[in-house]
C-alpha cells in the first residue's frame, strides 16, 4: 500500500463577481492541490460551466452550488471527478452534504459545508439544522465552513461576544459527538480589517469520531489571506493506495 495525501480548500472568499476574486481563487486552487474546493459567500445565484472556468482550473469538472439570496450567502462545492466521484445528498440555504467515493481505493465518505446566517430567525435555523444530522458510528464525515459562530469568547481578540451562542453551538457540537480539527499556527480566521481589527475564529473544522481511526493524521493549515476578510484553508487527509500490479515479461535467450 502506497500511502498518499489528497486536498480539501476551504474558503469564505466575499464575493465571486469580479476578475481580480476569479484570479486569486485560481492561484490558491492551484497552490493547495486540492482535488475538493469548498467556497462559502459567494454573493452568485447561478453557476454554470462558462461561468466556473473563469476561476477553476479545467481538472474540477463536476460541482454544485447553493445560490446567495441577492448578494447575501451563496455555497461552491468543486470537484475532481478523476479523483473522487460525488453524489449532492442534502442542499440547505446554509449547507450542503456531498458523498464522497475514491476512485482510487474505494473509500467513501460524507463533506458537508456551511456558511452560518448571521441574523434571526435563519441562525436558529441553522443550528436546528446542523444539530440533526444523522452521523452512523461509521460514518466518515468532515464539516467545514464558516460557521459564524465561535466556541469560546477567547475566539476573539477583543472583549465582548455572546457567551448565548458559544453555548448553543458547543452543545450541537457535544450532541453530534463530532471532534475538532485545530487551526495550525492561527487563532483567527476573520478579521474586519480596520487599523485596530477585530479578529476571530469564525471557520470550523470537524470530523466524526471514525474519521479519526481511518484518518488520524488529518490536519488544517492556514495559507496566506487575499481579497477576503477570511483566511483560505488547507485540509490534509493521508490516505492509503494500493500498489499497482506489475506485470513483467522474461525475455529468454536461445
Sequence with gaps: MNTRNWYILCWNIRGINATEKWDAVRDKIEESASSVICLQEMKRESFDITYIRKFAPHRFDCFDFIPSVGASGG????????????????????GMTVSFSSVHNNDVWKLTTVYGPCDEPARTNFINWFRDHDIDDLDNWIFLGDFNFYRSLSNRNKPGGNLSDTLVFNDAIGHLGLVELPLKGRAFTWSNMQSNPLLEQLDWFFTSPNWTLDFPNTEVLPMAKITSDHIPCKITISTSIPRANLFRFENFWV
Design 75 to 94: 455555497i461552491l462545492v468543486l470537484w475532481n471527478n478523476a479523483i473522487f466521484t460525488g453524489t449532492v445528498l442534502d442542499k440547505q440555504s446554509f
